[in-house]
């Protein structure tokens, strides 16, 4: 069942509930109902729990690149993988995730005020909420990435952090995580 309304009051509300998602599962063979209806939360599908864990992120400026890379680590750590890859999604469209350096923290800050230099908050958008800035930058950073697990842990380069870079804040945002083994030889 797809629902769509382009209203700014109810996009809204679908933000705010995005943390609420659930979805609707029916045995229908095209447009007849077989069999009852029931909703269930995102993690009770079959087998979408094993792996996955959502990491919660408060950020406190419109734009702001947060390092994340200890709360990842964490997961991986915690799953018990030894060898895969650990997968990172942003179900937001006005933020994103990336990796760069992380050991000099100006670097993250320059990024950030890049963005704003680059793609700068127009006054007069034809977007009603005003943010096409935000949708722009994460068009640019991206929804997802990818990252290598060896020996139980994160192989990001000697500098390399994970950012949650945020573009719309201050917010309170998710960042999921799927983490998956490599096959047992």
Known sequence: M????H???SARKCIEDSYAVDWLVSNRTGNENVGGEKRMKANER?????GMHAVHVRTTRRTELQDVTDQIAAAVHESG????VCHLYVPHTTAGVTINEGYDPAVAQDIAAEFDRLVPRLRNSAHAEGNSDSHTKTALVGSTETV???AG???????QRIFFAEFDGPRS?????????????
């Open 148 to 150: 290598w697990i060896v």
């Open 153 to 159: 842990k994160l192989a990001l380069g000697r500098w």
């Open 173 to 185: 945002r998710e960042l999921r995580v799927k983490i998956v083994p490599d096959p047992q030889a």
């Open 7 to 9: 209203n700014i009051g």
């Open 46 to 50: 079959r087998g979408a729990a094993k």
């Open 81 to 84: 993988c030894p060898d895969g």
């Open 2 to 5: 797809v629902r769509t309304n």
